[in-house]
């Protein structure tokens, strides 16, 4: 059974950058066709996408944090993290690793599907 | 940026039918994906590719769509089904992964 787990700092200030890892448990994060993703909710809000990785390294981002954010992955290690930076108090939230199926659209197109895991949540405080 | 809109609130009685819609421009053309977060918890998918169940997914839920409103139903409610529900598509026009604004589901 795929597990994700996230780790980082709980507490940052603004303008810092915030680093996460995901370390997954149950498969190998270089099979298997799944897009790797960060999803973050703020307090009282609802779910809103960061971005998301295919196995090989193409990446997709939310257009609002486009200049902000990177993923990478780490097959060695069996983990992926988020870079975040120039952060405010508008990234408080709690982010979730995520891994997601993967749509093909022809050629080398595809992009992430449904979310099928989610990691625990990591709570994130920018003060 | 892509707009999903959801009412914000829908309650329902004990073993009765909720219903939670989710519309945009582009629904018709994308594939919906449904979502469960219980208060606390992290979110779990109930329904993918518009009306399909994961595994462990009670038949209570169940996907449908027509024209740009996708729709959940949940049947039979019970009081573990209170959560808020999320949608989501794939919006292939601009590449982003949008989620609607969500809905909390009362059982009363």
């Known amino acids: 059974q795929l597990q994700l787990q996230a780790s980082g700092p709980g507490l940052l200030k603004p303008s810092e950058t915030l680093s996460l890892t995901c370390t997954v448990s149950?498969?190998?994060?270089?099979?298997?066709?799944?897009?790797w993703g960060w999803i973050r909710q703020p307090p009282g809000k609802g779910l809103e996408w960061i971005g998301s990785?295919?196995?090989?390294?193409?990446?997709f981002f939310n257009p609002s944090l486009k200049s902000r954010g990177t993923i990478s992955i780490d097959s060695s290690k069996n983990q992926f993290s988020l870079n975040l930076t120039s952060l405010t108090a508008a990234d408080t939230a709690v982010y979730y690793c995520?891994?997601?199926?993967?749509?093909?659209?022809?050629?080398?197109?595809?992009?992430?599907?449904?979310?099928?895991?989610w990691g625990q949540g990591i709570v994130v405080t920018v003060s | 940026s892509y707009v999903l809109t959801q009412p914000p609130s829908v309650s329902v009685a004990p073993g009765q039918t909720a219903t939670i819609t989710c519309g945009g421009n582009?629904?018709?053309?994308?594939?919906v994906h449904w979502y469960q977060q219980r208060p606390g918890q992290a979110p779990l998918l109930v329904v993918y590719?518009?009306?399909d169940r994961p595994s462990g997914i009670t038949e209570r839920f169940s996907g449908s769509k027509s024209g740009n409103t996708a729709t959940l139903t949940v049947s039979r409610a019970e009081a573990g089904d209170e959560a808020d529900y999320y949608c989501q598509v794939w919006d292939s026009s601009s590449d982003h992964y949008a989620f609607g604004s969500g809905t909390k589901v009362s059982v009363l």
């Open positions: 995520v891994t997601q199926g993967t749509t093909f659209c022809g050629g080398d197109c595809h992009h992430p599907a449904e979310t099928t895991i």
């Open positions: 149950g498969d190998s994060i270089g099979t298997n066709n799944h897009f």
């Open positions: 582009s629904v018709e053309r994308e594939t």
């Open positions: 590719d518009d009306r």
């Open positions: 990785s295919y196995y090989t390294g193409n990446a």
